[in-house]
C-alpha cells in the first residue's frame, strides 16, 4: 500500500486517508473470519480506494466474512452480496441488489442529451434526478418509454438512452426523501 516511507511516522502525524489504510492493515493482517468494516473508503484517493476494494475480495475469497458500513451506494452496489438498508433506526431493505431492484422494477430512464436542455413536463414522467452529464427520470406507472423517446428526440439530439433498474441511490432517497438536486415533476 506504499506506506513503508512512513514506517517512522505515528499514525496521528498522517494523512486521513494514510490513517485509514494503516487501520485497514492492522485490521486485515490477522486474516480475521469476520471483517467489519466502517467507511473504509473515506479520506482515500482513487488508486488507495482501489487498493482496499481489491483487498476487501481477496479477503472474501479467503473465506472471510466482510460486513461493511457505507453510506456510500455505489461501494454497496459493487461490493456487497446483501444489503441491510437502516433509515431512522428501522430496516428498511434487506437482500441482494437484484432482488431489491426487482421490488422497484425498470422504472428508470437514463439519458445524456448533447448540451444542457431543459426536461421537464415530459409525457409519463414523475421525477427528473440531474446527475450533471446524465439525467434519470423516474416513469409512472404505465409510462410507455418509446413516447418518452420521441418527446427527449423532439427536444435534442439523444447522445444515450435506457430504460434501467433504479440504482440503489436512488432507491434509498424514495425511501428517505428527497434530495435537494431532485427536481419534481408534475
Do not use: W
Not at 409510462?143 to 440503489?168: E, G, M, N, W, Y
Amino acid at each position: 500500500m506504499n506506506l513503508l516511507q512512513f514506517a517512522s511516522q505515528k499514525v496521528e502525524t498522517l494523512s486521513k486517508g494514510m490513517s485509514q489504510k494503516i487501520q485497514f492493515i492492522a485490521a486485515v493482517v490477522p486474516e480475521p473470519k469476520l471483517l467489519i468494516l466502517d467507511e473504509p473508503f473515506s479520506g482515500l484517493d482513487p488508486v488507495s480506494a482501489d487498493t482496499i476494494r481489491a483487498s476487501i475480495l481477496e479477503m472474501r475469497r479467503r473465506g472471510s466474512t466482510v460486513i461493511l458500513s457505507t453510506h456510500d451506494m455505489n461501494v454497496a452496489e459493487s461490493l456487497c452480496d446483501s444489503i441491510f438498508m437502516i433509515f431512522r433506526g428501522q430496516k428498511v431493505l434487506d437482500g441482494s441488489l437484484a432482488s431489491i431492484q426487482a421490488r422497484y422494477g425498470s422504472d428508470t430512464i437514463r439519458v445524456e442529451t448533447e448540451g444542457r436542455v431543459a426536461l421537464g413536463e415530459l409525457p409519463g414522467i414523475e421525477r427528473i434526478n440531474d446527475l450533471g452529464q446524465v439525467q434519470e427520470l423516474r416513469m409512472a406507472a404505465g409510462c410507455d418509454p418509446q413516447q418518452v423517446l420521441h418527446a427527449l428526440a423532439a427536444r435534442a439530439r439523444i447522445v444515450t438512452f435506457s430504460v434501467v433498474k433504479p440504482s440503489l441511490h436512488d432507491i434509498f432517497v424514495r425511501i428517505a426523501g428527497p434530495q435537494p438536486q431532485e427536481t419534481r415533476v408534475a
